[in-house]
């Protein structure tokens, strides 16, 4: 006798912030979900996209000017800001290091676990012609650059968590 077919459970987790704290949280949450059978998918927006760039520092990537200036203040995955108490950019270096302390992961290896695990990233379409960026500027992981409406309908039945 077979069994039924039981559908995964669905979250989906929308990243609009590109600070060290928050996708800390976002990755800890996809990683989770995806450890306890989950299908998740991350969509990255506005500063969330920062993450995802492959170029790790301030580099002026993008089509014009103002992108170019944008993109370099933001300044990719190796200067996300703490939301509170960033201290000049000091903390997220001395977060790491109470992490390491501790014995808990680094957003860089919650990142790796999370392709291990096969959850998917998007990224927004709309963020990333505003900000001038291709997916080419992207890391491997991101699978699509989809609008919202395809987002929506990837997270159909999904729990939605805003990070």
Known sequence: ???????????????????????????????GAAATNREVTMFFTFWGLNALKKQRGRKPIGKDFLSRVFNWLMGGRNNLPLSRL?????SPILM????????????????EAASELGIRHFACEMSMHILGISKDDLIDDVQSVVGVA????????AHIIFI
């Open 150 to 157: 395809t987002f929506l309908n990837e997270s159909e039945d």
């Open 86 to 90: 960033n201290f000049g950019g000091a």
């Open 96 to 111: 790491g290091g109470m992490m390491r302390k501790n014995n808990v992961a680094q957003l860089d290896e919650l990142m």
């Open 1 to 31: 006798m077979s069994q039924p077919v039981v559908d995964k459970k669905k979250i989906s987790i929308v990243c609009f912030s590109g600070e060290f704290d928050k996708m800390l949280a976002a990755y800890t949450i996809a990683t």
